[in-house]
């Protein structure tokens, strides 16, 4: 089955600095989705990318899409303390019938 | 509008036993997923609902079942609980059926001695 691998699967860095985190997938996808968890939560939709689509920006979010490389990547603006979180990319299947999820990158931003 | 709402937060049970989780999705939302999620295996999708009839199911045994009323509310049932069934146990709903954007509640957290 097609997962999403995300890299780094930790990352540190300070408020204010920007956060760029990757995903990887195996097979062609309907769609791409980025979550984010705080601490053993409920997962928060945070974006929907189209397989059709190359970049969306969502506030301080920004996510590009390259199908030809199976490749996303989240940036992250100004981050905040607050951002600290668990972040998943998440892939469908072409036919877009179930969502996969990859480990998770855990990010930490310090004040 | 109000979130996904999931019942119990925490459970603890014993192996053997069995064990119903509750969702309730947020109105008007039609499709309801449940997934596990766990330190090594991370989040792992167990099966869809969608106008009370399962859509689609993800690679667990068959002691993991499901079921969706006509108000859209969904239970998880575990039987025979074993010790390897200790996770969180999330729910999402969402407007459409598939890979969509999915509203998750808060989970339950499910310890099985």
């Known amino acids: 089955s097609q997962q999403g691998e995300e890299d780094p699967q930790a990352l540190s860095i300070q408020e204010g600095e920007n956060a760029t985190m990757n995903c990887s997938y195996k097979?062609?996808?309907?769609?791409l989705q980025w979550y984010r968890q705080n601490s053993g939560r409920g997962l928060v939709h945070l974006i929907l990318i189209r397989s059709n689509e190359r970049e969306k920006h969502s506030g301080r979010l920004r996510v590009t899409l390259d199908t030809s490389k199976k490749s996303s990547s989240l940036l992250i603006t100004a981050s905040r303390a607050a951002d600290t979180a668990s972040y998943f990319c998440?892939?469908?299947?072409?036919?877009?019938?179930?969502?996969?999820f990859g480990k998770g990158t855990t990010l930490s931003v310090s004040s | 509008k109000a979130g996904v709402t999931q019942t119990p937060r925490y459970l603890i049970k014993t192996r053997g036993q069995q064990v119903t989780l509750s969702c309730s999705p947020i109105?008007?939302?039609?499709?309801v997923s449940w997934y596990q999620q766990t330190p090594g295996q991370g989040l792992q999708f167990l099966f869809e609902y969608f106008s009370e009839t399962q859509r689609n199911k993800g690679n667990f045994p068959g002691r993991f079942s499901g079921r969706q009323f006509s108000n859209s509310r969904s239970e998880m049932n575990v039987s025979t609980l074993e010790l390897g069934d200790s996770a969180l146990y999330l729910c999402?709903?969402?407007?459409?059926?598939?890979?969509?954007?999915?509203?998750f509640g808060p989970g339950t957290r499910l310890t099985v001695t």
């Open positions: 998440a892939t469908s299947d072409q036919a877009g019938t179930a969502l996969i």
């Open positions: 109105s008007g939302h039609r499709s």
């Open positions: 097979t062609s996808i309907n769609n």
């Open positions: 999402a709903s969402s407007l459409k059926q598939g890979a969509y954007e999915q509203y």
